[in-house]
């Protein structure tokens, strides 16, 4: 409980000089009540991450904890370890309208996240869209592939959309996987166009 107190001060600390700091250790207090298990809490701890401008990393050892830094570092957030050193390092966020939506920000870094942690699993070494490349083997281009599995995400909505439920996968998730497919196609496109390019430079006299 000691590690919970001096999370919840300097939680605290932060929301009196004007932050909007998220303690997660509050949620041994949910858990309490109804347990969800502690993976369950790491999956809601690190999406918060994903939304935020910082993480404070406290001493002490914390299996949570150092799995919320690998998420900030993969995101280029920084991790400061006292509540003076964040403050100094990451001035406090006033909301502006003119900065964009906040919930639209926070949705664009934890598709960055989702990016890079599903890249691992359908990735190669080198090339992190190595899955969607493999469809040239079959005469597809690799933008149309990522357009096709987008395609998928469409009809599942729209199928939410009518019956109101989704059997295998939630519309919460359906929304991400599109947005995210839509993205990498416009980036291989891109690659194709500049690939292109480049082919047609060759072949002009003097290229």
Request: with cysteine; proline share 5%; hydrophobic share 45%.
């Amino acid at each position: 409980m000691e590690n919970v107190r001096r999370a919840m001060d300097a939680g605290m600390e932060l929301n009196r000089r004007g932050y909007a700091a998220l303690v997660p250790h509050c949620t041994h207090f949910m858990d309490e009540t109804d347990s969800l298990g502690w993976q369950a809490w790491i999956e809601v701890s690190l999406a918060w991450v994903a939304a935020s401008h910082a993480v404070l990393r406290l001493p002490g050892e914390s299996k949570g904890a150092d799995a919320e830094v690998a998420v900030a570092e993969r995101l280029g957030l920084p991790v400061l370890a006292d509540v003076p050193s964040l403050v100094a390092a990451v001035p406090r966020q006033s909301p502006d309208p003119a900065a964009g939506h906040p919930g639209h920000l926070a949705l664009l870094r934890e598709m960055a996240d989702l990016h890079v942690r599903k890249a691992a699993d359908h990735g190669a070494e080198n090339d992190p869209l190595a899955n969607m490349r493999a469809a040239a083997a079959s005469g597809v281009a690799p933008d149309l592939a990522a357009w096709i599995r987008a395609k998928d995400k469409v009809h599942r909505i729209d199928r939410f959309c009518k019956t109101g439920s989704l059997i295998n996968e939630g519309v919460v998730d359906s929304f991400m996987d599109l947005s995210a497919c839509s993205l990498l196609a416009l980036v291989l496109f891109r690659e194709r166009l500049a690939a292109a390019e480049s082919a047609r430079e060759k072949r002009l006299p003097g290229g």
